[in-house]
């Protein structure tokens, strides 16, 4: 009877241990994928993961402005007063609201501070590591594009231009106080270029205005031809003398600042060629157009020659070139090429519908906005 007794105490304490494994088995099963969802969800809280080529994703507002880029990560803005400032990893580093203001454009002005103008001409200095406002200015210049950061014998300057009458406005970095106004000159839809001790635009008046560094005055202007308005950047030859620029007619235009005259121009577009030409070497200059060809200019004497043109497969609607590598928005994809070895190139197809304001930053890496989301994208 007594080792009856024990088998079945022994039988039952085998049951309970068995009973005791599966529902450890059972119960730490759950457990540990719970823990996989709360890791993934944690490390992915402000980034959708999904099988494109985007590092990360984050919701924003659709009317956020191009992004700036900064030493480690970018600082958006938008036209309901939001700022934020990202990390490279797409992480909130700060982030405020001015539901007052709309903001316009931005550009990091040195290492500690970046500026950011309203749409009705307000400029702000933010420190970058905080978001603390060191001083707002009201400049009654209304921009198109970000602010032009120079400097000006020993200080550094931040200069507006006024996309309404070609107004430029200079003011000192350290306080907002204001060094000089110029002259007005008409619509100006490009942004200021300096080289030398000038800074020059083009224009609605078909014409290149060049102003002093110093004090603001209109030292001249070079005049196109009528159908040859400029609402592209500028780009600054090495000898200081000769600038070269793209315009609504297609044309690529040589001009020298010394005679004060177009000494060149040849055809590089059947639409308008707006984007902003770019110094490969000491005397060949990269255009893109806009129906998906990237060309390549020889500067012979005083004349520009053609040297090499790629055609890609689509068209372009934003393009943009930084340290030599060319990047283009167009028929829903994101294409990068180097411009000093063209080969080399990727494609992104799977970025979304919508794409706009694409901007590259540090690391190879690039930001673009899409379906109110802002990407960013691995370059080379």
Not at 82 to 89: A, D, F, V
Not at 204 to 223: E, K, R
Not at 280 to 298: C, N, Q, Y
Not at 303 to 319: G, M, R
């Amino acid at each position: 009877m007594k080792s009856k007794r024990i088998v079945i105490f022994l039988s039952m304490l085998f049951l309970l241990t068995a009973a005791s494994a599966l529902y450890s088995v059972l119960r730490l099963t759950p457990s540990h994928a719970t823990v996989d969802q709360v890791i993934i969800q944690k490390s992915t809280a402000n980034h959708k993961t999904q099988q494109t080529p985007a590092l990360w994703r984050i919701p924003i507002s659709s009317t956020v402005n191009k992004p700036t880029p900064l030493t480690s990560g970018w600082f958006v803005t938008d036209t309901n007063g939001r700022i934020i400032s990202l990390t490279e990893t797409g992480d909130i580093r700060w982030q405020t609201s001015y539901s007052n203001h709309a903001w316009q454009a931005s550009a990091v002005v040195d290492n500690e501070t970046i500026c950011a103008v309203t749409q009705k001409g307000t400029l702000f200095l933010f420190e970058l590591n905080s978001g603390a406002v060191k001083w707002s200015k009201e400049t009654g210049t209304i921009c198109l594009h970000p602010p032009l950061i120079e400097m000006l014998g020993q200080q550094r300057v931040i200069i507006l231009l006024s996309q309404e009458d070609g107004t430029l406005v200079c003011l000192n970095a350290l306080d907002g106080s204001i060094r000089w106004k110029s002259p007005a000159t008409s619509r100006s839809d490009g942004p200021p270029t300096r080289f030398g001790d000038m800074i020059a635009y083009g224009n609605c008046d078909a014409a290149v205005h060049l102003f002093s560094m110093t004090n603001g005055q209109l030292n001249g202007s070079i005049q196109l031809e009528g159908d040859e308005q400029v609402a592209g950047a500028i780009l600054p030859l090495p000898n200081e003398k000769l600038l070269v620029v793209g315009t609504r007619s297609g044309k690529l235009a040589l001009l020298n600042t010394t005679s004060m005259t177009c000494i060149s121009r040849v055809s590089v577009s059947e639409a308008e060629a707006f984007a902003t030409p770019v110094l490969v070497d000491a005397k060949r200059i990269f255009m893109p157009v806009s129906e998906g060809r990237l060309t390549f200019w020889k500067l012979d004497g005083d004349q520009l020659v053609a040297d090499d043109v790629i055609k890609l497969s689509s068209s372009f609607d934003e393009t943009i070139v930084v340290n030599n590598i060319f990047w283009a928005i167009g028929n829903r994809s994101v294409v990068a090429v180097s411009i000093t070895a063209p080969s080399k190139r990727l494609q992104y197809t799977t970025l979304g519908d919508d794409l706009r304001a694409i901007v590259p930053g540090v690391n190879g890496k690039t930001v673009l906005i899409s379906d109110g989301e802002l990407i960013c994208v691995k370059g080379f």
